[in-house]
C-alpha cells in the first residue's frame, strides 16, 4: 500500500472514531462473560447494520457469534473482534486507580471492551475503502465470543466459517504499538477426577483410600517430566477440588486441573498421553480411580509474515499512537507518585 492509500483508509477510520469510542464505551458499561454477551454481540451487530455490512447472525450455531461482510469478490479479509469480560474485574470507567462499579461483578481485562469496536472500525474503513476506489475484495468482521477462555473460535472454524478467509487479522492492547510476532502456543485444559474411599483418618486409616494423595503424586510425577520435555511445552496445574478441609477425613474425592500448551498439536497430543499415563500411575499406587475430562483445546496460531511485514511497514509510517486532550489528565494522574 502506497503512503497515500494509507493516509485515505486512515482518514476513513479517523472520520468515524467517535461513533466506535462510543461503541467501546458502551461494551464497557455491559460486561458480560464468556457465551453470555447477548447484549455486547447486539451492539457489534447494530453497528455493522448501521454501517451497511451483510450480517449473518449465531455463526456455527453460537447465539452471541455474528458476522457482518462487505463488497464483491476478490481475497477475503477477516477481521476478528471479541467483547467477553471476567468475572471480578468490575472497574469504574476513565479512571487509573482500582475502583469496582460492583464488589466482585465483571469487568474487562487489559481493554477487552476496545477489541470488538476497534476491529469493526477496521473493517468498516476496509469495507469504505474498496467502494470508493471500486477495488473488488470482501472484507469480513467476525464478532467472536469467548475470548477470555472458552476457544468459541475454535467451534467456529470447525464449522466452516473462516473456509474460505485468505487472511484473518486481530488484535490485543499492549505497552507498544507494532506488529506481533503470534506465540500462541497450542493449548489444552483437562480436569482429572480422582476417586478413592473415605475413612477417619486417625481411627481407620488403613481403610481409606485418599484422592487427594492421588493428586498430589500426580503433580510430583508431572514435575518430575519436566526435565524431560521439549523447552518450549508448558504444564501448570491448580487443584480445583481438595475433597474438603476436615484433615481427619481421608477425601474420598479430588480434582486438579492441567493446562498443557505447546508449539504445535502433535507435540501437545504427546505431552498429553505422557499426563495421562502419570495419572494413571499415580490412581495405580493409591488404589483410586481417575477419569479425565478435556475442558478445551486450542491449536497453536500460525502467522503470516509477509502480511505481518507488510502491516509493520505500515504502521510505520502512521507513526506511534498520540494522547488526545482527554487522555492526557488521565496519563499525568496514572504517573503521579
Ligand atoms: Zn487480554
Not at 54 to 80: D, F, K, N, Q, S
Not at 85 to 113: D, F, M, R, T, Y
Not at 275 to 289: R, S, Y
Request: proline share 5%.
Amino acid at each position: 500500500m502506497s503512503a497515500k492509500n494509507s493516509s485515505h483508509i486512515w482518514d476513513l477510520v479517523e472520520a468515524k472514531r467517535e461513533a466506535f469510542f462510543a461503541l467501546s464505551d458502551r461494551i464497557w458499561e455491559m460486561p458480560e462473560l464468556n457465551y453470555e454477551e447477548y447484549q455486547s454481540s447486539a451492539e457489534h451487530t447494530a453497528m455493522l447494520e448501521q454501517q451497511g455490512f451483510r450480517i449473518a447472525r449465531g455463526v456455527a450455531g453460537i447465539p452471541t457469534a455474528v458476522m457482518g461482510e462487505a463488497g464483491e469478490g476478490g481475497p477475503v479479509i477477516a477481521i476478528l473482534g471479541e467483547y467477553d469480560a471476567l468475572p471480578g474485574l468490575s472497574q469504574e470507567a476513565g479512571i487509573a486507580e482500582q475502583k469496582p462499579v460492583n464488589a466482585g461483578g465483571n469487568g474487562h481485562g487489559c481493554g477487552h471492551n476496545l477489541l470488538g469496536s476497534g476491529s469493526l472500525m477496521a473493517a468498516t474503513a476496509v469495507k469504505e475503502y474498496l467502494e470508493v476506489h471500486g477495488l473488488k475484495g470482501r472484507v469480513r468482521y467476525y464478532g467472536c465470543p469467548a475470548e477470555e477462555g472458552g476457544s468459541a473460535k475454535g467451534f467456529m472454524v470447525r464449522a466452516g466459517v473462516f473456509d474460505d478467509v485468505d487472511v484473518a487479522i486481530s488484535w490485543h492492547p499492549a505497552a507498544f504499538a507494532g506488529i506481533n510476532n503470534p506465540i500462541s502456543l497450542a493449548c489444552n485444559e483437562i480436569n482429572f477426577h480422582f476417586s478413592g474411599r473415605s475413612s477417619h483418618a486417625a481411627a481407620s486409616p488403613h481403610l481409606g483410600r485418599s484422592a487427594l494423595d492421588a493428586v498430589e503424586l500426580m503433580n510430583v510425577g508431572v514435575n518430575y517430566m519436566r526435565e524431560h520435555m521439549p523447552s518450549t511445552a508448558r504444564i501448570h496445574y491448580a487443584v480445583t477440588d481438595t475433597g474438603g478441609s476436615a484433615p481427619n477425613v481421608v477425601q474420598a474425592r479430588a480434582t486438579v486441573r492441567y493446562l498443557i500448551r505447546a508449539r504445535d498439536l502433535p507435540e501437545m497430543q504427546g505431552l498429553l498421553r505422557r499426563v495421562q499415563k502419570i495419572a494413571e500411575g499415580a490412581a495405580l499406587m493409591t488404589e483410586t480411580t481417575v477419569r479425565s475430562e478435556i475442558v478445551s483445546g486450542d491449536a497453536n496460531l500460525i502467522g503470516n509474515t509477509p502480511l505481518e511485514q507488510l502491516m509493520h511497514q505500515n504502521l510505520e509510517r502512521l507513526g506511534p499512537p498520540y494522547s488526545t486532550n482527554e487522555t492526557k489528565p488521565l496519563l499525568r494522574k496514572s504517573r503521579r507518585p
